[in-house]
Each structure stands twice: as C-alpha cells, then as structure tokens.
C-alpha cells in the first residue's frame, strides 16, 4: 500500500520508532497522521514538528476506553482509518521475580492494546474493503530478550496476534505487517545493561526503522525485518530447536557474568 493521502495513526509516538515513523509517513506524502501518545505533551511536540499534517492525540493504550476513542475521535476528523500502527510498547527487566502487576502492565500495553484497536477499527475496514494494522513487535517475539521475560513472552504474543489477524481477516482485504527490529537506538535501550549493550551491536536508529517500515507497507509483507541478520537467526532456531537454545544459553552467561543472575536494574515506560 502507498502511504499517500492515507489517513494513518500511531501510537506510542511521542519519541523514539512512533515518533519516527509519523515524520517518514508525513514526508511520503501522507493525508493525516495521527500522533498518539499516553504523554500529550510529546504527542503535541512531534505534531508540531511535522506541521500541518500532523494531529496530536493522549490515548493511553492499556485503556479500551482511549483506544475506542482514538478511533472515533480519526473517523470523525478525516472519515476513516487507513493504516492503524499499534507502536506503543514497554519493557520490564526480570524474569520470575518480576511482580504480577509489572506482567500484567506487560501484557496489557504490548498485547491487549493490539486486541482493543483491532476491535475497534476492523469493523470499519471491513465496511470499506481495506485497510492496513501494522504491530510494533520486536525480535525478541521471534527469538527472546534474555533480560526480560515478560517482554519475550508479551511480544511472542503480538507476533501471534497480528498472524491472526491477518489469517482471518486477509481475504476482507486488511493487510497485516508485524515489525520485528532488535536493537533501535531509542530511550528503551539501557546502556548500563550489558544485555541491551549487546543489542547495541546491531541497532540502527529510529529514523532507519521508520523508513524499513514504510518500505515493508509499500511491499505489504507480513514480516518486516529492519535488521535483515533476525531472518538468519529465526532461521537457525526452526532448523534446530535444541541448538538455538543452547547457543542462547551460552550466551545468557556470557553476558550476565558480571550481574546478579536475572538482576533488575531499570525498567522502562
Ligand atoms: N528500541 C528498541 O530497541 C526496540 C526494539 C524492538 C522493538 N521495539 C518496540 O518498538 C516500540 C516502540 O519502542 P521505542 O523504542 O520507540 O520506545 P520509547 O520508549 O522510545 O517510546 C515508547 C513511547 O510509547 C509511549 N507509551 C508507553 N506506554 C504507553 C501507553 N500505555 N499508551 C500510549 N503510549 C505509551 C511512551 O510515552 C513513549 O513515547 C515498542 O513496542 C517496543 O517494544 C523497540
């Protein structure tokens, strides 16, 4: 799909891949873009970096509730939703230490926030036979973050989500795309984490990204790739299961040497 004089939404774009993505549609020629946010006054502060194309939104998307109206409150300003882009995500280090509520948190933002914007949206593009949802996943859904197991788990979910999506509801003509970056060089990344230090190895900037993702909606593929080595190595866990996670596990010591086991140091939001 071409982004031109498409009305577009996306969440979580206050900073970083969002913010990002809304100036890459804006500059290809996009009809509306709409920067949504938990943080309005980043919101505000990246619309008013675009211009006039832009429209800041506050949605909080672990809330059915902002979702719903954040959808209504689009159709109502521009008549429809084009292309819907469930960006907004979080992470929280830890594994079975980490607290029911940081799990739930987790899940609600990474994954429920896909479920909430699908609900709302789909109905009308089905209604206009087309449409276009785009899920900010992560390669740890492919692979796994060894840092953090809600946020492997929660993104292994979207990942599911969006294939989901797409398999039922393909055919009515809503095209898919679920992006699966590993390291972009935004505030989630911690560099005093030497996991995230790691990921650093391989990042990219967000602008790279955003242009890795419109280039994949121009495409229309599934699964879009901004680092073309997480291929390779989904590649190398379905060919031998057993292989990929002992590889893993080696390196999980390697670079938690130095650490608590599973220690938690800083989470972001
Ligand atoms: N940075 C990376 O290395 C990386 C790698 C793979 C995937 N991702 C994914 O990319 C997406 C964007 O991450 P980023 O790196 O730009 O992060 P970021 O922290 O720079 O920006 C995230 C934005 O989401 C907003 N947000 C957080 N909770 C929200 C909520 N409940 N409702 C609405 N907005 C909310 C924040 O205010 C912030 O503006 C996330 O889904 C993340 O998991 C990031």
Not at 76 to 81: E, P, T
Not at 210 to 226: M, N, T, V
Request: one cysteine or more; aromatic letters at 6%.
């Amino acid at each position: 799909m071409e982004v031109k004089d498409r009305v577009i939404v996306v969440t979580g774009a206050g900073r970083g891949i969002g913010a990002a993505m809304c100036r890459v549609f804006a500059e290809a020629g996009c009809k509306a873009v709409v920067v949504s946010d938990r943080d309005e006054a980043a919101a505000a502060s990246v619309a008013l970096g675009i211009g006039p194309q832009a429209v800041a939104n506050r949605c909080d998307v672990a809330l059915e509730a902002d979702v719903q109206h954040l959808i209504t409150h689009t159709m109502a300003q521009f008549g429809r939703v084009d292309i819907f882009c469930s960006n907004a995500g979080i992470t929280v280090k830890g594994g079975l230490e980490s607290s029911n509520s940081d799990w739930q948190r987790m899940w609600d933002i990474n994954v429920m926030s896909r479920l909430f914007a699908a609900r709302a949206v789909v109905p009308h593009m089905q209604e206009r036979g087309e449409g276009y949802l785009i899920h900010t996943a992560s390669a740890a859904g492919l692979l796994m973050e060894i840092g953090s197991a809600s946020y492997s788990v929660t993104k292994h979910a979207d990942i599911a989500m969006a294939e989901w999506l797409s398999v039922c509801y393909g055919r009515s003509g809503i095209r898919v795309s679920v992006v699966c970056p590993l390291g972009v060089e935004t505030d989630m990344l911690d560099d005093s984490d030497p996991i995230h230090r790691y990921l650093h190895l391989h990042s990219i900037t967000a602008a790279d990204a955003a242009r890795s993702i419109l280039d994949g909606i121009g495409r229309e593929e599934f699964l879009i790739l901004p680092q073309a080595q997480v291929a390779e190595f989904f590649k190398m866990k379905s060919d031998n299961y057993d292989r990929w996670i002992r590889g893993f596990q080696r390196l999980r010591q390697k670079l938690t040497r130095d650490q608590n086991p599973a220690g938690t140091s800083r989470n972001h939001e």
